[in-house]
């Protein structure tokens, strides 16, 4: 069974860096999206960031500037490098990958301190 790992997260003062990694732990054919989600206390999971495998980004309008999405789907790992984190950063950060089915990440903790 295929599961996606995720690492990079912390706690940082505002103003602060982070990156976080995803990785799948075998091979996920066909990958078509690869993706990183957030959801913070009380709130809904919103999309933060997304690259396809023609290499079209997306961003939040919340990050943009901020946040940078890359990633090799060739060896399925995505990387989130977030730049001048704010206190609303704050949330569990999830990876998702695209394929033949919606693969999830089980979630890392980033705090953005202020």
């Known amino acids: 069974q295929v599961q996606l790992m995720e690492s990079g997260g912390g706690l940082v003062q505002a103003g602060g860096s982070l990156t976080l990694s995803c990785a799948a732990s075998?091979?996920?054919?066909?990958?078509?999206?690869m993706c990183w989600y957030r959801q913070a206390p009380g709130l809904q999971r919103e999309l933060v960031a997304a690259i396809t495998s023609g290499g079209i980004t997306n961003y939040a309008d919340s990050v943009k500037g901020r946040f940078t999405i890359s990633g090799d789907f060739a060896k399925g790992t995505v990387y989130l490098q977030m730049n001048s984190l704010k206190p609303e950063d704050t949330a569990v950060y999830y990876c998702?990958?695209?394929?033949?089915?919606?693969?999830w990440g089980q979630g890392t903790q980033v705090t953005v301190s202020s």
């Open positions: 075998g091979s996920i054919f066909s990958i078509s999206a």
């Open positions: 998702a990958f695209l394929a033949k089915s919606y693969y």
